[in-house]
């Protein structure tokens, strides 16, 4: 079946702290990757995707890149910001039309002044 | 930009109630929305997959029963806890999905806690 791993939580860093969120998958097929992040109160919202492999996504500073080799798709961002606080989740689809999304489990990251 | 609302956010209820959350896409049509539940340090799961005019297709695991799901119109789908109990007590979210002319995005709404005493 289709798993993502994701790294326990919180992650604690100071502002412009380098980040990186680890996400490993399992998948029947050529998944899509992607990253979600929710900030308190709001909806779950992309922040960047992969359809194959070797691409790299890239939103708001962040980044990631679809390691096939490795079944990886690591989040990063090199100089966190306070408003970069929420809960940031990895998710796989099989689907063309991504109808059908599978999460991790969510990484809460808080950033300090 | 597109929004889905989920409402209420929070909401507690008495154990053998029932309990209806709201989904609606606020500025484009759904045809297809999707119910999510979270426990906490768990993953989202998908719970069913609801289609605009038909019944919802529910995941392995998910009695349909005590999860009523129905999406009467483009815009709005209800998800009702029925005979709530406090194992039910959970995040519920759902999503959205835009038609191809929007590249398929899916939306999520905020979530709503439920907690039943």
């Known amino acids: 079946g289709n798993s993502v791993t994701q790294m326990e939580g919180p992650v604690t860093l100071s502002e412009e702290a380098f980040l990186t969120i680890n996400c490993t998958y399992t998948?029947?097929?050529?998944?899509?990757l992607f990253w979600y992040v929710q900030y308190p109160g709001e909806g779950l919202q992309l922040l960047l995707k992969?359809?194959?492999?070797?691409d790299k996504g890239s939103n708001k500073g962040f980044e990631a890149t679809y390691r096939k080799e490795t079944t990886s798709f690591h989040l990063e961002k090199g100089s966190v910001q306070v408003s970069d606080s929420a809960v940031y989740f990895c998710?796989?689809?099989?689907?063309?039309?991504?109808?059908?999304?599978?999460f991790g489990k969510g990484t809460m990251l808080l950033v300090s002044p | 930009g597109a929004v889905v609302s989920q409402h209420p956010s929070r909401v507690i209820c008495k154990s053998g109630t029932s309990v209806k959350i709201e989904c609606r896409s606020l500025?484009?049509?759904?045809?297809?929305m999707f119910w999510y539940r979270q426990f906490p340090k768990k993953s989202l799961m998908l719970m069913a997959t609801?289609?605009?005019?038909?019944?919802?297709?529910?995941e392995q695991g998910v009695e349909k029963d005590k999860f009523l799901i129905n999406h009467a119109s483009l815009t709005l789908s209800t998800l009702t806890v029925t005979s709530a109990h406090p194992e039910d007590s959970s995040f519920y979210i759902c999503?959205?999905?835009?038609?191809?002319?929007?590249?398929?995005?899916?939306?999520f709404g905020e979530g709503s806690w439920l907690t039943v005493v």
């Open positions: 999503s959205a999905r835009a038609g191809a002319s929007s590249g398929n995005t899916i939306y």
């Open positions: 998948a029947t097929g050529y998944p899509s």
């Open positions: 992969a359809t194959k492999a070797d």
């Open positions: 998710a796989l689809s099989v689907n063309s039309g991504y109808s059908t999304l599978t």
């Open positions: 500025d484009f049509q759904a045809t297809t």
């Open positions: 609801s289609n605009e005019g038909s019944k919802a297709t529910y």
